[in-house]
């Protein structure tokens, strides 16, 4: 079973937590144990896994991408978003998270987040649960 999310980012970049939504789908789904694929089709955002308690770990991230890879940077790419299309990459389009009990097999400290590199705009997130053959 495939869902698709949509996701309404709020700025150019942003991380966006999507934990709480993902565990819903997941809980809606019924499957006790497996594992979920959480992928974005989109070229200027990503998704990764990080901290969920202290807010300033987010902004971290995103200045850092910035410093790295800054807006202006004499890029080729006439649409002007070669920085967002480059920090997507450096996020990645997916992750795989094991789901255990019928949970997401997440740490204390980890969240989920939609990474969004050229928005605002509406994001679709696409989730696929394999679940464990009957045994
Ligand atoms: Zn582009």
Redo the contacts with the bound molecule.
């Keep these: 079973m495939l869902k698709r999310l949509e996701v309404k980012t709020a700025a150019r970049i942003q991380l966006v937590d999507i934990t709480s939504t993902v565990k819903a789908f997941l809980k809606s789904e019924g499957v006790t144990s497996g594992v979920l694929i959480v992928y974005v089709p989109h070229?200027?955002c990503g998704i990764t896994i990080n901290e969920n308690a202290d807010p300033a770990v987010k902004e971290d991230i995103i200045a850092t991408l910035e410093r790295l890879v800054p807006a202006a940077g004499g890029y080729r790419?006439l649409?002007?978003?070669?920085d967002?299309?480059i920090k997507a990459s450096i996020m990645g389009s997916s992750v795989t998270i094991l789901v255990e009990s019928g949970a997401l097999v997440l740490g204390t400290w980890q969240g989920l987040y939609l990474a969004e590199f050229?928005g605002p705009r509406m994001r679709s997130v696409l989730l696929k649960i394999l679940p464990d053959p009957a045994s």
């Design positions: 070229t200027t790419h649409e002007g978003n070669s967002a299309h050229d």
